[in-house]
């Protein structure tokens, strides 16, 4: 049998779909296993390069794959999609991974270590908590204005929810709304332990700590963006870095016309709301910033939108910050901040 070159593996829960191709490309063989088996199966072939859909428990299972002397490597699901030849099922999916592999502008999803797993874990586990603590204010706010009780917007008038059921003239039945009371409490207890869980992880981890020299960036973006770009020799400058999360203008040209349209808004949404919203904290305080970074900002107020400014801005970081990881530094705002 030749040398595998490539194995491309479909992921599931409980069984997981391999195929394996040549240097050539030719089909070796298509099996389908077990967790357990195919660990077995892994460590009993020659070092070759292991595919899969950057999805659900790929970056474990890349981190597994290196262990075994492999060289994994990830590739997102819509593109691979273009490369399934056949209807829906397991090996035909394994097949279009090992076609899309083969591409040589083919773009690749590092594999996640676990410290970046954990990091990406707590900031995902804290906006859920975050939209269901939104979610049971609005359902108590909703609950109340049928009853004929408004409350003030915000969640401050959540706490004064037990004195205003007291001085109503409702019955016992409605005194569920004392479950959503606490159910609220209960998140609103949890976002704040997670809070301070992100700070002392971003504290505790190198790249998050250094992408916080840079002005208006805090331990939740911080955090975010060191799970996410890990050493940044994925991105070959900091400008792929920053339209690969949409924070470059909408190209649709054609011949001799060429038309910017607004930012692209591809990739990571969070990532991108995160910038913006440091570029914005950083305009609001504009007066109190020194340094190249300022300047450049005031240069561009005096001829363009403040909207237009906060998205060059957030481009402007989402640069930085690849710079700050790709070459292991931190921000310099220059002399002219470190003399005022």
């Known amino acids: 049998m030749n040398k595998v070159a490539i194995a491309a593996i479909d992921l599931g829960k409980h069984s997981f779909h391999l195929h394996a191709q040549d240097d050539r490309g030719h089909e070796l063989y298509r099996k389908k296993f077990t967790r357990v088996t195919l660990a077995q199966h892994l460590a009993n072939l020659e070092p070759c390069t292991v595919v899969m859909e950057a999805c659900g428990g790929a ?47 083919m773009r690749f999803v590092p ?45 401050k008038s959540i706490k004064e929810l037990p004195a205003r059921l007291e001085a109503s003239s409702l019955s016992e039945r409605f005194k569920i709304l004392m479950k959503l009371h606490e159910h609220f409490n209960h998140l609103d207890e949890q976002v704040k332990t997670l809070d301070k869980d992100v700070e002392s992880q971003a504290a505790e981890d190198d790249l998050a700590a250094r992408l916080m020299t840079m002005p208006c960036v805090g331990p939740i973006t911080s955090s975010a963006l060191a799970a996410e770009l890990g050493d940044g020799k994925q991105f070959k400058c900091g400008r792929n870095y920053a339209a690969s999360i949409g924070l470059v203008p909408k190209q649709h040209s054609t011949g001799d016309k060429t038309v910017l349209l607004g930012i692209s808004k591809r990739g990571d949404r969070n990532q991108r709301r995160l910038l913006i919203q440091c570029a914005r904290v950083y305009l609001m305080q504009l007066e109190r910033q020194r340094g190249w970074l300022a300047d450049w900002v005031r240069q561009l107020l005096a001829h363009h939108h403040s909207n237009h400014v906060v998205c060059a801005l957030a481009n402007k970081m989402a640069r930085i910050a690849w710079a700050i990881a790709a070459h292991h530094t931190e921000f310099d705002a220059g002399p002219a901040a470190m003399n005022t």
């Open 59 to 105: 970056h474990f299972m890349a981190q597994e794959v290196a262990k075994l002397g492999h060289t994994p490597k990830l590739i997102a699901p819509h593109l691979v999609r273009p490369y399934v030849k056949s209807n829906k099922n397991d090996f035909a999916d394994a097949e279009a991974i090992c076609e899309a592999a083969t591409r040589p502008t």
């Open 111 to 155: 594999p996640k270590n676990q410290a970046q797993q954990a990091l990406a874990m707590l900031n995902s586990t804290r906006d859920s908590f975050i939209k269901d603590r939104t979610a049971t204010a609005n359902r108590i706010h909703a609950a109340l204005l049928e009853v004929g009780i408004s409350l003030a917007p915000g969640f």
